[in-house]
């Protein structure tokens, strides 16, 4: 795959989901911290353990700058699967992100850090580590599955992945869905004879 895309930008997730014709766009419960956050990587997967987080820090081990953390918690949210210590450790070895049906904890220091993290929110309970999970396999994610190495991208709108073998042809699509936009916009602005023609059409 041409991974030349990542040096282009982010992509916004509307424009992604157009190009995939609405799918794979995860549960809206699964929201980003700070409506600023904006995320584009591959996914390193992650499967928990109920209650667990030691396979996130196993994740860590082998995570680098192109990924974005991918953690199934079994939709688990009592336990936080990590907080400012584990999220600042993911941001040091230069992970994109984390995307999680989980939650978290230290959730203001974690804005802090700026790391873009989407979940389903926070709790003041650690999570446990006497459990392995597992790192870089299939998993489910906000009503999606997610494969190791699939692209997703995640902003204010939500979270969207782009299964790997599609990633070419979905950004292509995603690309030229941006540009007519902005040529429709660009047409449509301030122009109330155009706003009429258009609203006509349907
Ligand atoms: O260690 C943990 O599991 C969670 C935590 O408190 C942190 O990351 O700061």
Do not use: W
């Amino acid at each position: 795959m041409n991974e030349d895309f990542f040096a282009e930008g982010l992509l916004p997730t509307t424009a992604v989901s157009d190009g995939l014709s609405g799918r794979g766009s995860m549960d809206a419960s699964i929201k980003p911290l700070k409506s600023s956050d904006h995320v584009m990587g591959k996914a390193l997967t992650v499967k928990l353990k109920k209650g667990q987080n030691a396979a996130f820090l196993k994740a860590l081990e082998i995570a680098g700058p192109e990924h974005v953390l991918v953690v199934d918690t079994e939709e688990d949210t009592t336990y936080a699967l990590a907080g400012d210590f584990v999220v600042g450790m993911a941001q040091t070895l230069g992970v994109r992100g984390i995307v999680t049906n989980g939650v978290i904890r230290d959730r203001l220091e974690i804005e802090e850090l700026g790391l873009p993290v989407f979940c389903q929110g926070s709790t003041p309970n650690a999570g446990a580590k006497q459990e392995a999970g597992h790192v870089n396999v299939p998993i489910s994610c906000g009503g999606v599955a997610v494969q190791p190495d699939d692209i997703v991208v995640a902003d204010a709108d939500g979270v969207v992945v782009i299964p790997q073998e599609e990633a070419e042809t979905t950004i292509a699509r995603a690309k030229e869905k941006l540009e007519k936009d902005e040529a429709r916009e660009q047409k449509i602005a301030g122009n109330i004879e155009e706003i009429k023609t258009y609203l006509a059409s349907f």
